[in-house]
């Protein structure tokens, strides 16, 4: 009966991150043979195979709206409120090629996102021009990104990194930043720490960070049963966002609320999501 209910969970997990065509990508990335850009036991993989992806996922989404140029290009052109999970398995299907997948394939999965941002420009509300190519941007997106992984994987990870691990998983996502087209992507902890700052005068929380936030983390496309689990992997998320980024997105700062009742339950919905996706024994 346990068995039941762990596989049937965590195949319904599976679909929804991976969408239909989910079990022959796994197969493809994890059955090919052949070089890898990332070998077992590397840092990047422990965190891209950690259920603490769930929550990293949400709050790079939040952070990463902080910047006008970017929201700009999510708001006219990722379709993010018309097919969320269509987006969301986009991107898993890209970290889990990039991260596990053969060196090959990695390499085409990066030239088809190349092309895909060479076409994503406009203008901003500002009156600003962006590209989803320019160097500048895709390396907030990135420092975003993993600083929210790693945040995630430290406080919920299975196994979270020493000091040397960390170092070793921001130099090993350099590599996919810098085939992306990021400008000198961070290759330490401390380097991620000191790219975020420099950023944050360009952040704020324009109409459309908040929104996309609302949209995230109260209005999501989900099941009556998936509410609940989600409310705590979002919970968990802002409870992992600095204050500053909350207060660009109006998002409240509870200290005593997040010790004794979030971080719990984010750490008890993450290791339900670890338990019903590991492999069959």
Known sequence: MVHEVRSRLGERLFARVAGPEG?????RIHGTPGPRWFPEGSAIR?????????????????????????????????????????RLQRTSHFLAVTTF????????????????HERVRGTAPDGRPYAASDPHLLRWVHVAEI????SAHQRFGRRPLDAAGRDRY???????????????????????RDQIEHYRPELTGTPAAREAARFILLTPPLPPLARAPYA???AA???????????????????????VVVGPAGSAVTRTIRWAMAPPE
């Open 147 to 150: 600083d929210s992984f790693l």
């Open 101 to 116: 997948g053969p060196a090959d394939d990695a390499e085409a999965m990066v030239r088809r996102i190349r092309a895909v």
């Open 232 to 234: 705590a992997i979002a």
């Open 46 to 86: 422990q965190v891209h195979g950690d259920a603490s992806m769930f929550v990293g996922g949400v709050r790079a989404l939040l952070l990463q709206s902080l910047h006008p140029l970017a929201m700009a290009g999510v708001a006219a052109h990722s379709g993010y409120k018309g097919d969320p999970w269509g």
């Open 23 to 27: 079990p022959a990508r796994r197969q």
């Open 170 to 192: 921001v130099a090993e996502t350099a590599r996919v930043a810098e085939a992306l087209g990021a400008a000198d992507p961070p290759r330490s902890e401390a380097q991620l």
């Open 237 to 259: 998320a802002v409870g992992l966002l600095p204050r500053w980024a909350r207060a660009h997105l109006s998002l409240p700062w509870l200290p005593p609320l997040e010790t």
